[in-house]
């Protein structure tokens, strides 16, 4: 009989197309998967250390494994296995611990029967795994590069993954085009820092973020490819400027402001100013207005006053920027922002997170309205659990949603034509076919 085995992921899409590819490992031998939420013999959880919640996550995720199966094996992998395997190895119920190089070799360990509480400390700097997810979305998540070389001073994820380091171009085309065939309609393209694609050995730049973007355009496979986060110092003009033009990349960008304060940006060890982002900005906005335009910003982080926190809501409101993802400041170790000394109070942290929350919500509907009446092409993916709606994603990330009957309940995981019409309670735009 096979063994049942269920994979959780915590984290980022980066994380997701790895957890991915490591079940279409399992998929091939003499296992059989099943979800996380029912019974299973091995459980394997993807970790993720970019926040205290993260990890706070982990031990919830086991815990939840173990009241289904309390003689299930437990494996944690992935970044927080990485950066700490003594304190995983720890949590009541785990069985393995593997980083993130062994993870990729986690049949092996698997297969040989590793001693309970093994565990791994080995930081892959240069080790570059490929990886893409498949068959449980409509669209896939396609890693492209892995690691960074900044070292801004909240981050822990260049200790954690390593230095940058990419795929080949002709790895990379080949993959996407291996998953258009399969039927996906979009793909998306992740990383910790794309914007740095290129360095195959860690040290020697082979190619440019741009060499790849216009080789992917020239695929005759049909299908839509939309980028993942992006710095606004590598977001160079040239970039905007192709994908103004292109016919496989969408018009939407995710671009990491973090602070709207130069101080702030400055005690982050951030690699730009304000000026550059809002440069970034005009430029999208001037060669493609409809594009959507979301943005990162972490808010309490230590020494980050009064004013600093006004600086960056006046800058944000002003910025033409479809949405926000808001972070609360989280300590992580052997960073080297633990040592500021001026921390700021959980109820400050809250309170401005709140802001900065309805702050986005004014500004992701301001960006839906000025879309309404226009015609837009979306990729239903499901429908509702009461079965009255149909949802998807324009090519500018806008949700909507169609009434769902019998002429169009087949437009699950295809690409339609809609008439953007007026938005409902929940922000979600409703939508009628072309056709």
Known sequence: MKKKVAFYTIGCKLNYAETSTIEREFNQLYYKHVSFNVYADIYVINSCSVTKNAEIELRHVVRSAMNKNSKAFVIAIGC???????????????????????KFKIINFIEKKWIKKYYTNIISKKTYFPSFSIGGRTRSFLKIQDGCDY???????????????????????????????????????????????????????MYTFLDLMQAIDQIKEKGRIRLSSIEPNLLK????????????????????????????????????????????????????????????????????????FLETFHFLKKLEISSLHIFTYSPRPNTKSITIQENISKKIQCKRNKILRKLSKYKYNFFC???????????????????????????????????????????????????????????????????
């Open 151 to 205: 070292k801004c001073s909240y981050c822990i994820i260049p200790i954690s993954r390593g230095g940058s380091r990419s795929d080949s171009i002709e790895n990379i085309l080949e993959n996407i085009k291996f998953i258009f065939r399969k039927g996906v309609k979009e793909i998306v393209l992740t990383g910790v820092n794309i914007g740095d694609y290129g360095k195959i050995n860690g040290k020697n730049r």
């Open 237 to 308: 003009n040239e970039y905007i400027e192709f994908l103004s033009k292109s016919k496989h990349f969408v018009p939407h960008f995710h671009i990491p402001l973090q602070s709207g304060s130069n101080d702030i940006l400055g005690k982050m060890h951030r690699r730009y100013k304000r000026d550059i982002y809002k440069e970034k900005v005009k430029k999208i906005r001037y060669l493609i207005p409809e594009a959507y335009i979301g943005s990162d910003v972490i808010v309490g982080f230590p020494g980050e006053t009064h004013q600093h």
């Open 369 to 435: 309205e000025s879309q309404i009446n226009t015609k837009k092409t979306v990729l239903f993916e499901n429908s509702a659990p009461n079965k009255k709606y149909l949802y998807g994603y324009t090519e500018n990330y806008i949700r909507t949603k169609i009434q769902l009957n019998a002429s169009n309940f087949m437009c699950k995981n295809t690409l339609q034509d809609v008439f953007l019409k007026k938005m409902d309670k929940d922000g979600i735009m409703i939508s009628e076919l072309v056709n």
């Open 80 to 102: 927080y296995a990485e950066l700490n395997p003594k304190e995983v190895s720890s949590i009541d119920g785990v069985d393995l611990v593997l980083g993130n190089k062994e």
